[in-house]
T-cell receptor, first 113, second 109 residues
Framework: IAGITQAPTSQILAAGRRMTLRCTQD?????MYWYRQDLGLGLRLIHY???????GKGEVPDGYSVSRANTDDFPLTLASAVPSQTSVYFC????????????FGPGTRLTVL | GQNIDQPTEMTATEGAIVQINCTYQ??????LFWYQQHAGEAPTFLSY??LDGLEEKGRFSSFLSRSKGYSYLLLKELQMKDSASYLC??????????WGAGTKLIIKP
């Protein structure tokens, strides 16, 4: 692995289903983030984690949950998907030693029908 | 509230120069970032400014004025591959990035 990987690349999901988006980084960064990006809007922070074992809510956390059991992995779970969660989801990580520059994964395109 | 403003779309000609502006109002300031995002891809880092002035990196330069809450990204000798969205983001007092909606830059031959 080099950098950040996300899975799946894309997914079509029926409303009401549970879904986990996976994110793994191999840069040993302390902080990790989940964003959603919708047309015409900036990246919006869903949840973040400043270090393994801690998580925090971002701007749009409702309907989403995260966990950070170790440094490398930061999964995002939609407990019961709704059509308004159709979006492109980006995972990112950063290290305070690099002025918090964020490195992004390739994204997951999620469609909820 | 926190707010970052940048133009929605700009058009420029191959070989020319373009300046993309960004104004911000945030709770605290710990630096300003510019990212490039090609369609269908992830954002990638371009520049970081935390002190006033101009930072030059090849064809791209970024300027910051903290007193005016203002930054710009200057792209010189434009190439077709520069067609992308350019995202301005500010690191606030909680070290969270606040993102602008991005400026879509269209390069014409």
């Amino acid at each position: 692995i080099a950098g950040i990987t996300q899975a799946p690349t894309s997914q079509i999901l029926a409303a009401g289903r549970r879904m986990t988006l996976r994110c793994t980084q191999d840069m040993r960064h302390n902080a990790m983030y989940w964003y959603r990006q919708d047309l015409g809007l900036g990246l919006r922070l869903i949840h973040y984690s400043n270090t393994a074992g801690t998580t925090g809510k971002g701007e749009v956390p409702d309907g989403y949950s995260v966990s950070r059991a170790n440094t490398d992995d930061f999964p995002l779970t939609l407990a019961s998907a709704v059509p308004s969660q159709t979006s492109v989801y980006f995972c990112a990580s950063s290290d305070s030693e690099s002025h918090n520059e964020q490195f992004f994964g390739p994204g997951t395109r999620l469609t909820v029908l | 509230g926190q707010n970052i403003d940048q133009p929605t779309e700009m058009t420029a000609t191959e070989g020319a120069i373009v300046q993309i502006n960004c104004t911000y109002q945030t709770s605290g300031f710990n630096g300003l970032f510019w990212y490039q995002q090609h369609a269908g891809e992830a954002p990638t880092f371009l520049s970081y400014n935390v002190l006033d002035g101009l930072e030059e990196k090849g064809r791209f330069s970024s300027f910051l004025s903290r007193s005016k809450g203002y930054s710009y990204l200057l792209l010189k000798e434009l190439q077709m591959k520069d067609s992308a969205s350019y995202l301005c983001a500010v690191l606030d007092s909680n070290y969270q990035l606040i993102w602008g909606a991005g400026t879509k830059l269209i390069i014409k031959p």
